[in-house]
């Protein structure tokens, strides 16, 4: 299976006129490019294929860059390559010539930089890809959209003293099912302080919550290989996860959105329309 062509980015890069707000938006999970030879090669049709990916979230950003900072989404989808994953995170059960080194808990449920599976553990291919494949996929999708948005928390914090990560994703309102009347819409994840200082959540959260949405934090989820990654609150990096409940805005049986979806929107863009201004020299994002 070859991998995407060298002359398409596998990312897009919205970027403002002047970045104003200590801020980078990134959808890490929402492309939707799914290459003919990757879906010829699975076992799972469209619409299982798309139900690990964060369907729509580009498109709920994409005014941030009106609001003074910059966006970076994938271009292709989560089940192909996974960016929230390490390089390294390599499962030995759909790449054939891996060793039988220690395996993260992520990778032994399939959920390795290359997925084995999608959500509800199903498997996408009949069996293995060579490990060049695997390779092959990293180098030209992982390592491109890992050096960009190295490069744009860099300049970001050489410009405002801090660089705050909005790292965008959705999750299936499954995943919040018993929680009952009061379950949380959107979910915060800082790795429990280890990727964002506590003022920075907090001020995520206050963002959220005056445009009415119900705030959760870390749980269940706090954050994954891009928070720990880029977050490093003692050299004024954060990273806050947002998980938003996919209910919310698009039917999740067929993938399509919600007839509101516009006005969902708009509320989303106003949240970030708060987040840049309160990340803005001076403010609460921008000086603790």
């Known amino acids: 299976m070859p991998a995407p062509a060298a002359n398409l ?6 970027l403002p006129t002047r970045q104003s707000a200590a801020l980078v938006f990134g959808s890490p999970h929402s492309g939707a490019d799914y290459p003919r030879v990757f879906t010829e090669a699975s076992v799972l049709d469209e619409i299982a294929l798309r139900s690990s990916e964060d369907a729509y979230v580009d498109r709920l950003l994409a005014g941030v860059a009106e609001h003074g900072a910059p966006l ?36 032994a ?30 180098a030209a999708i992982w390592r491109p ?25 959705s999750m299936p309102s499954e995943a919040l099912s018993g929680l ?19 003022a920075v959540t907090a001020a995520v959260a206050e963002a959220f919550r005056q445009e009415g949405f119900r705030v959760a934090l870390n749980a269940p989820f706090a954050g994954a290989f891009i928070s720990e990654r880029y977050g490093l609150p003692e050299a004024n990096r954060h990273v806050v996860q947002v998980e938003i409940d996919r209910s919310l805005y698009m039917e999740e049986a067929s993938l399509r959105p919600r007839a509101d979806f516009a006005q969902f929107v708009h509320r989303i863009d106003r949240v970030a329309a708060r987040l840049c201004r309160a990340a803005t020299p001076g403010q609460q994002l921008a000086a603790e």
Do not use: C, W
């Open 180 to 198: 009952g009347a009061a379950r949380p819409e959107i979910v915060l994840g800082d790795r429990h302080g280890k990727a964002a200082s506590p």
């Open 109 to 138: 449920a399939g959920l390795g930089v290359i997925p084995r599976v999608v959500s509800g553990g199903r498997a996408i291919y009949r069996g293995k890809m060579p490990l060049a494949e695997a390779e092959a996929r990293i």
């Open 9 to 14: 980015l596998p990312y897009t890069l919205s």
């Open 145 to 169: 959209y890992h050096a960009r948005l190295d490069r744009l928390l860099a300049e970001t914090r050489a410009q405002f003293g801090r660089a705050v990560l909005i790292d965008v994703h």
């Open 72 to 107: 970076l989404a994938a271009r292709y989808p989560r089940a192909y390559v996974d960016l929230n994953r390490a390089e390294t995170e390599l499962d030995p059960a759909v790449i054939h010539g891996l060793g039988r080194g220690v395996r993260s808990a992520r990778v």
